[in-house]
């Protein structure tokens, strides 16, 4: 069983910050990519940032220069901070990771259960 727990959500003035965190828990043999993606309401989840095992980062445009994806691959967390924050920001953030179970499997995606993040003054 493997779990995904998201937390760090919550309600932020425009132009503030929030970090979130994810951590992946359960039987893990090893991880690859690990990302974030979000929903607004009425729209298509979309993929806001992702890492690689080497380190390697892609961002959607939107988010450039304001967001920052990092993990920590001993403890299997990846981190979205969140910095200059905009009312477009506004949606439900899920983290995926993408994870072998074991060494016989090939990688499959896990979600999270989602984070609510609201931008609003």
């Known amino acids: 069983q493997v779990q995904l727990v998201e937390s760090g959500g919550g309600l932020v003035q425009p132009g503030g910050s929030l970090r979130l965190s994810c951590a992946a828990s359960?039987?893990?043999?090893?991880?690859?990519?690990m990302a974030w993606y979000r929903q607004a309401p009425g729209l298509e989840r979309e993929l806001v940032a992702d890492?690689?095992?080497?380190?390697?980062?892609n961002y959607i445009d939107s988010v450039k220069g304001r967001f920052t994806i990092s993990r920590d691959s001993a403890k299997r967390i990846v981190y979205l901070q969140m910095n200059s924050l905009k009312a477009e920001d506004t949606a439900v953030y899920y983290c995926?990771?993408?994870?072998?179970?074991?060494?016989?499997?090939?990688?499959?995606?896990?979600w999270g259960q989602g984070t609510q993040v609201t931008v609003s003054s």
């Open positions: 995926n990771v993408a994870l072998r179970r074991t060494v016989w499997e090939t990688a499959a995606n896990y």
């Open positions: 890492i690689t095992s080497g380190g390697s980062t």
């Open positions: 359960g039987s893990i043999f090893s991880i690859t990519t």
